[in-house]
């Protein structure tokens, strides 16, 4: 389980008080039933405890950590389950999705952090260029690889095309933060 996250990383989800949308949670149960059938993601639910969750009521974030761990403890990548996110949010809030770039696709990776969990500080850009850019994460606790399949379906959902790198990881190496490098063609 090292290789999916990191124990210095365990140890903030244990202690992590944050929460988020339930619209994600139900997101990654769902593809957790698709990838795995109807039972892996009756089994996510025992496993956190729930019967159900509700669209836009704020559950713990451990429980969708959870969900997503027991999707890759089951053979569902954190990847897989992160791209998904951003049609999550789409049905959420469709206004933002008008007149889509790759420099708007990054504020609305920005905006949904600030709008659906009470972590959304810590999801911010740190560097801008026409066909490259450095998002910030830091005391987030989702897989990295997770944030980033999050990063590919928030271009994905606009039609473009990213690559996604994580150049550098708060739960691997002694920095403040992780850093994602992203890149696209015009």
């Known amino acids: 389980m090292e290789a999916i996250l990191p124990e210095k990383q365990r140890r903030f989800i244990e202690q992590n008080q944050g929460m988020c949308k339930g619209r994600y949670h139900i997101s990654y149960l769902v593809i957790l039933g698709i990838a795995g059938g109807e039972e892996l993601k009756q089994k996510a639910l025992e496993k956190v405890g729930r019967t159900q969750y509700r669209p836009d009521e704020m559950y713990p974030t451990q429980e969708a ?21 951003a ?5 959420a809030q469709p206004q933002l999705f008008q007149d889509l770039s790759p420099q708007k696709m990054l504020d609305i990776l920005c905006q949904a952090y600030a709008l659906e969990t009470d972590y959304g500080s810590t999801v911010k850009v740190l560097e801008r260029g026409p066909n490259r850019a450095i998002v910030e994460r ?9 944030f980033q399949g999050v990063i590919q379906g ?13 150049i550098r990881c708060q739960w691997r190496e002694e920095v403040p933060s992780c850093w994602h490098e992203v890149t696209w063609s015009s």
């Open 65 to 85: 950590c959870a969900i997503v761990l027991f999707g890759a403890e089951n053979g569902v990548p954190p990847f897989r389950t992160g791209t998904m996110v």
């Open 138 to 146: 830091k005391n987030n606790p989702m897989p990295c690889e997770f």
């Open 154 to 166: 928030v271009f994905a959902v606009a039609n473009l095309a990213a690559e996604v790198k994580e």
């Open 87 to 91: 049609q999550a949010f789409k049905r």
